[in-house]
């Protein structure tokens, strides 16, 4: 067992490390914002987490596992390559910054620029699922992957997304639960019914997320969702180049 408490986070980092090259599994206790905690965390090795992590918890994330029992602050999963990450609370701005491939669960909702610049390459296909709702600019300049937004607990007059939902997607999907705020939508979007590989993705998705937070995946399911598509995969061609 680690206490992070008030120690800086090279120092947390270290022992963790050190915990790591005996066993595959290390708990951190009383995390106070230290930053990058697993980053390169390999396959194979697991990280719990107590507390609230700082700034770039899990980025390059190399197919380990890592679990929060708490909130995050920015940029987790920053630029991973695979493995999971489980959040029980919330996250701050730039959850899941350019990954490549892994899942990430939070339970409650994404502040600012959630998912932007994912993508994906051959059998590398990240997921990002939000049991809440998310800030503005989410899917900001995405290229692939999928992002699922369930709405859940959402309070009288909160919308399910921010202002510029999608702004420069060109590429992947964002399944979307609920009632979608239009005038936050970017204006390359189309707004699609699921196919069968949608919902067969999304059932998947769901019940890993109704398994690790203990919800009610029926309820969840009995509410319909709509796909989030960019019309274009060259959204600002005419920018550039004239008609």
Do not use: W
Request: aromatic share 8%; with cysteine; glycine share 14%.
């Amino acid at each position: 067992m680690i206490e992070a408490g008030l120690r800086r986070y090279e120092e947390v980092n270290d022992e963790i490390k050190k915990e790591l090259e005996k066993k595959n599994k290390a708990t951190v206790k009383d995390v106070n914002g230290q930053r990058y905690i697993g980053c390169a965390l390999d396959e194979g090795k697991t990280i719990e987490v107590y507390g609230t992590p700082g700034n770039d918890m899990a980025c390059y994330l190399n197919g380990g596992r890592i679990v929060v029992y708490g909130n995050c602050q920015d940029a987790v999963g920053n630029t991973m390559g695979g493995g999971e990450i489980v959040v029980h609370g919330h996250s701050g701005d730039a959850m899941g910054y350019g990954m490549r491939d892994g899942q990430i669960y939070i339970k409650d909702n994404v502040a600012c620029r959630g998912g932007i610049h994912m993508k994906e390459f051959r059998q590398m296909r990240p997921v990002l699922v939000i049991g809440e709702n998310a800030g503005s600019f989410l899917g900001e300049y995405m290229a692939g992957g999928t992002i699922v937004l369930l709405g859940l607990n959402m309070k009288r007059g909160e919308k399910l997304f921010g202002t510029h939902c999608a702004s420069g997607m060109h590429g992947g999907k964002i399944f979307v639960r609920g009632k979608v705020p239009k005038e936050n939508l970017a204006p390359n979007i189309n707004v699609e019914s699921l196919t069968k590989d949608d919902e067969k993705g999304l059932k998947t998705y769901v019940k890993k997320y109704c398994k690790y937070f203990d919800k009610d995946y029926d309820e969840i399911m009995s509410k319909p969702f709509k796909k989030l598509a960019p019309a274009s995969s060259r959204p600002y061609a005419n920018l550039y180049t004239p008609n």
